[in-house]
């Protein structure tokens, strides 16, 4: 049996002005063609499927379109659960259809899979809340899939008291899965665990969260970490949402995997290598996991340059790139300089000027310098700008400042 991991698409999302559908939309038909590639029998999807509640429509048909491929007709089975971007209705809203379709859809953790069967042979045999078991076309044995989609601490509290909130989760999301577990996930079949939490091995290190959008999120009754040690014994792989980098968190019980989103979509994302994790599992036995590098869209970069030629120069040889753009200067960026980059490169998200000399004057009393408050306004901006920043004010300051006391007049 093949399936194939995939997480945190965060359809909609934007990085300043600049929209990433496109991008979005050449990686996921990347993923659709890896899937076919493969013969993968099922694809994961661990939350974050799009960036706000309420995502454009763009990313809707998105969504829709390519869950509609990955099936294959109804030959794959195409599993998606809600993540903390995620409005938990509208993933539940188009069960019916998506079903007919081979789509299962989980927004909440008791979500239930009305049971099911195409003619594809793709079949629903059993389902309760947070569980569902598969017939998979062409495998002699079942696909059991524990399901938990991210939960917000209102939804939780009914389940938990106030006390101790953290420890109670684990103690509950575990007692929760070791029933489901026991129940349903023999070495009969193939077991795992999809979720989109905050993952981490009891004691051990952290995982590494460098995404700027996705801080350690504070889950259900307020926990931020469940430890590895709370998953079930039977289970052989948990496929994992919410952080940005792929990282094997544990390989004990079994491999609990971040598969990675699909694009950078921070700067601390920088440089950062995407991927989709293709596993190859069998009843009783390891999973085999194998991460898929993606190729398919921009790059980001943070850059420095010391002069508008060497920034010039990187900006034309590196076109597919947004970059964070710091230009190290003895003066402000004026207007020409600010024009001639922008001219250079389409994606370009800001550009910070790093003005030297200014750490030796931001320890100055300003109170000791002798300030003549008779002077006019102009003047005295220009002094205090001398004397906080070491140089004059350029043309496009003043005029931007003569523009202000004028309104202000």
Known sequence: MKILHTADWHLGKRLNEFSRIEEQREVLDEICQLAEQHEVDAVLIAGDLYDT???PNEAIELFYKTLHRLTAGGRRAVIGIAGNHDSPDRIDAPDPLARSCGIILAGRPKTTVKECKLGSGLEVLKSEPGFVELCLPGNSYPLRLLLTPYASETTMRQHLGEEDKEEELRQSLQK??????????DDKGVNMLMAHLYVMEKGGPAPEEDSEGERPILHMGGAQAIYTENFPPQMQYVALGHLHRC?????????AVYSSSPLAYSFSEAHQPKFVMLLEAEPGKPVECTPIRLQKGRTLARKEFNSTEEALQWLQANPNTFV?????SDTYIDAPTKKALLRAHDGIVSI????TGVEELEGQDLKEKKINLQQSREALFRDYFQQRKGQEP???LMQLFREIVQEQS
């Open 53 to 55: 509640f309420n995502p």
């Open 176 to 185: 929760h899965w070791q029933e489901l577990a026991d129940a349903h996930c």
């Open 247 to 255: 990282q094997v968190v544990s390989k004990q019980p079994c491999p």
């Open 324 to 328: 964070e753009l710091t230009l190290v």
């Open 352 to 355: 910070i000027p790093k003005i």
């Open 394 to 396: 350029n043309d496009d």
